[in-house]
């Protein structure tokens, strides 16, 4: 028994171990962070932006058309930070810049909805 038990061990940690070798490097994931309450009804998305290019480019994507516009802030692991608009409001494209670099990436950002008080996603690690 204890010879099967040992063999059934031996090709499981075999099994294991080659899973293990074989899986592929861990890729760099996209971060958004989306904001509502563009209505009275909060229904609609007023806009949305991220982090891509592993965390070194940031965007803004303004969806409403209310005349208001969308920001997305930034923050660096220096501890610099900045935002980017989008430029041409709720047209179609987003705006973007690349303010990180791969040892000094963006860390976190958060978006807002530019409205006489801003309304803003929670600020997201990237």
Known sequence: MRTK???VAAGMLTFFGIALTTAPNASAHDAIAEVYNCTQTGSAR?????????HTRVYSCDTYSDTVGFRTYYWLRNGASGYVDDANGSSSGCSAVSPGTASNPVTSFQGCSKKTVYVCSSQKTA
């Open 5 to 7: 038990l040992a063999a």
């Open 46 to 54: 007023c806009g949305y932006g991220g982090v891509t290019n592993n």
